[in-house]
Structure formats: C-alpha cells, structure tokens
Nanobody
C-alpha cells in the first residue's frame, strides 16, 4: 500500500503561484506513476500532470508552461509548482500513485484562485 499526504494549497490571486507537495509512504522510485489530479465543483476529476518512474513527465494542455511536476527522492515527495494561476485552476487537487497495479489517492488540498 501507499499512503499519500498533500500539502500546500490555499488562496491566491490570479497571476500568483503555489507549490503543492505530496509525501509518499514508500520510496517514490518504486512507484510506476505519480500524478496530480484536480476536481472543480460540478466537474469530473481530471489529470493535471504526472511523472513516471523513469523521470519523464506529461501535462494537461491548459497547464503546460505554467505548472511543473518534480520529485525529491530524499524526501519521498512529488511536487507541483503552479505559476501564473488562473481562476479556472480553482479546484481540489489530489495526489495519486500507481503501485503494483493499484491506484492510491491523497485526501486532497484546496486551491482557490481569485480574480
């Protein structure tokens, strides 16, 4: 199993930045994929960014050039640096991990971007 704990959400004005962090209970290099999803009110959960065990990354189109996913092996964390935030980025952000063909989720952290 993998336990995931997110931190770093909050309220920010449009154009501002936030950094989300996800702490994993296992070494992140043993996890096939780790990612960040988000869910806005009344909408389906969507993939924002993910990082694979080999280090490659992928992003949802609307966040390309603004968000960066990275990992810190020493701290067993995966981070999401979010710059130039927009009101449409407002959502609950969830960390996810795929480990031994099972998906694990964190509890979520609220990100609110005011206009």
């Amino acid at each position: 199993q993998v336990q995931l704990v997110e931190s770093g959400g909050g309220l920010v004005q449009a154009g501002g930045s936030l950094r989300l962090s996800c702490a994993a209970s296992r070494t992140i290099f043993s996890i096939v994929t780790m990612g960040w999803y988000r869910q806005a009110p009344g909408k389906q959960r969507e993939l924002v960014a993910r990082i694979f065990s080999g280090g490659s990354t992928s992003y949802e189109d609307s966040v390309k050039g603004r968000f960066t996913i990275s990992r810190d092996g020493a701290k067993n964390t995966v981070n999401l640096q979010m710059n130039n935030l927009k009101p449409e980025d407002t959502a609950v952000y969830y960390c996810s991990a795929r480990y031994l063909n099972a998906d694990y989720w964190g509890q979520g952290t609220q990100v609110t971007v005011s206009s």
